[in-house]
């Protein structure tokens, strides 16, 4: 659930969990982050640059798509969400 995660936590769970952990089997190459918004929490990050649930996908979608590029690495992870709220 994003409502319980700093973005911070989000960016770790992606790079050491998913990354790091999941996909460190040498047949595992493709992850999906999924995260959930039940509306607990209306914004991530610092108070000024605070992101929306929509701003917060979009920006660990770009750390996914960086890894994704690394070739050294060759996994493929995306992040997806899933806003409950109705907005």
Same mark, same amino acid.
């Given at each position: !659930? ?16 998913? +990354? ?7 047949? *595992?190459?493709? %992850?999906? !982050?999924?995260?959930? =918004?039940?509306?607990?929490? %209306?914004?991530? %990050?610092?108070?000024? *640059?605070?992101?929306?649930? $929509?701003? !917060? +996908?979009? $920006?660990? =979608? +770009?750390?996914?798509?960086?890894? *994704? ?17 109705? $907005?």
């Amino acid at each position: !659930l994003a409502d319980d995660c700093s973005e911070t936590k989000l960016l770790h769970a992606l790079e050491k969990q998913l +990354v790091g952990q999941y996909l460190k089997h040498p047949r *595992s190459k493709h %992850g999906i !982050l999924l995260l959930v =918004n039940r509306g607990k929490k %209306g914004r991530w %990050g610092q108070v000024r *640059s605070a992101l929306t649930f $929509s701003a !917060l +996908v979009e $920006s660990l =979608n +770009v750390r996914a798509r960086e890894i *994704s590029q690394d070739a050294r690495r060759g996994v493929h992870v995306s992040v997806m969400g899933i806003d409950c709220t109705g $907005s």
